[in-house]
Each structure stands twice: as C-alpha cells, then as structure tokens.
C-alpha cells in the first residue's frame, strides 16, 4: 500500500476549481509554499484563513482552490505539498517535464535511486538551505514533485510514505 502511494496516487483533479484552469496553465509553488499556505503555518490557522478543506472526497485534507495539491502536516505544522497538474516549480517544472530538464534547471539535485524490488519511482533532491523540491520520476519523466522541507521530504522518500 506505501509502495503504491508514493508511486503517484493523492489527490487528483476534480470538482469545480478544476475547470477554472485554461489548458497549459500552471500555478508556482516555490520554497516558501503556496500564496495562501505557507511551510510551517498550522492545521489550525489554515482552517482558519478558510483554505483547509476536510469535505473533499480525498485522501486527506485538501487546500480550497488547490484540487492537485496534497498536504502532509507533522506535528500540526505543513511541512509537505504533495503536487499535480497544473503546479509548477518558478523554473517550470511540472509533472511531465522530462527529467533532462530538471537535470538542467537544478544541476546540484542529488540522485535517489528507489530501493530495489519495489514499485517506487527515482527521485531528484534539489535542495536549498532547509528547503527542497523532490522531483519523483521514472528515468524519462517526472511523474510528481513534492515541496517542502528537505528533511522531510528525504525522509519520506526514503520510508516510502504517500499522502494518502
């Protein structure tokens, strides 16, 4: 079940915030999280702010206005954006880039090779300071990007874990 959650199930498009993305359309998540969720800020707060949403037939909690974005909370804080289309890293990332790009675009990202015998993808840890972006990919293509801090992505990565 892990295995399978890290290979790319979460929260998929749907519902109406959907349909209000012209094709091609990409919103950037950058280092510091999203406009409205940012790492670090509380379970609490975000409900508050009224962007946490626990009605969504998902997984887990979703963000409002962010459908293809799952997020992970440790110790009440968000310390993970799980990231489907149409999300971008600033440099244009998404999934579906081919890894020679993010190669190109994050030159320092370190090489994660999936532990043998299992069903994972290979990922790309492209980190900056206690921040990282994990580029999960299957050797041609990045299938989903996880953001947030690198400890924790590293972590994640490494146990096999999945928002849902």
């Known amino acids: 079940m892990t295995a399978a959650s890290i290979a790319g199930s ?11 993305w ?3 359309a990409a919103e950037v998540v950058t280092l510091d999280g999203l406009r409205n969720a940012e790492f670090g800020v509380t379970e609490a707060e975000l409900t508050r702010r009224g962007v946490l949403r626990t009605e969504v ?18 110790d009440d ?13 600033p440099e244009g990332i998404t999934a579906g880039t081919p890894v020679t790009e993010v190669r190109a675009a994050y ?13 994972r993808f290979d990922g790309l840890l492209a980190r900056d300071g206690d921040r990282a972006y994990l580029f999960l990919h299957d050797g041609t293509t990045v299938r989903k990007i ?19």
């Open 10 to 20: 979460g929260v998929r498009p749907q519902g109406p915030d959907v349909s209000t």
């Open 22 to 24: 012209p094709v091609g």
């Open 57 to 74: 037939d998902a997984c887990g909690p979703t963000l409002a206005g962010h459908d293809a974005v799952s997020p992970i909370f440790v």
């Open 77 to 89: 804080r968000l310390v993970l954006l799980w990231l489907g289309d149409p999300m971008s890293t």
């Open 107 to 119: 030159p320092r990202a370190v090489e994660l090779p999936a532990p043998p015998g299992t069903y």
């Open 146 to 164: 996880i953001a947030g801090y690198a400890d924790w992505a590293r972590r994640f990565f490494d146990e096999g874990y999945g928002p849902c």
